[in-house]
């Protein structure tokens, strides 16, 4: 009940925000070869966009890299700090069948 109520707020689920950010990375990162995609922390902080979105980036960016869909060194990014820090969005699981 509560998450429905977040919702009709325009909060959004901590998977929801993990999607989203998944889409501002691609959207702002350089693709690799390999299907990921590459930004730095100063990129996605100081976008305009991912203001609007993000209530807490640097929450959100933690919990997509706790469930293993990004990759950065530290645990804490800080603006200015960190800004060059690079954040790496894993390609996406190839499932056979």
């Known amino acids: 009940m509560l998450v ?5 707020r325009g909060r959004m689920n901590v ?3 993990v999607e989203r950010l ?9 693709p690799v070869d390999d299907g990921s995609y590459k930004v730095t922390f ?3 902080f100081n976008d305009d ?5 993000f209530e807490a980036l640097v929450g959100t960016l933690r919990a997509a890299k706790k469930r293993k869909f990004l990759t950065y060194d530290g ?4 603006q200015g700090v ?3 820090v690079e954040i790496i969005l894993k ?6 069948s």
Do not use: W
């Open 4 to 8: 429905e109520e977040d919702r009709s």
């Open 15 to 17: 998977e929801e925000e």
């Open 22 to 30: 998944k889409e501002e990375i691609k959207r702002l990162g350089i």
């Open 42 to 44: 100063g990129v996605l």
């Open 49 to 53: 966009r991912c203001a609007n979105i």
């Open 75 to 78: 645990e804490l990014l800080l």
């Open 82 to 84: 960190h800004d060059n």
């Open 91 to 96: 390609p996406p699981l190839v499932t056979t």
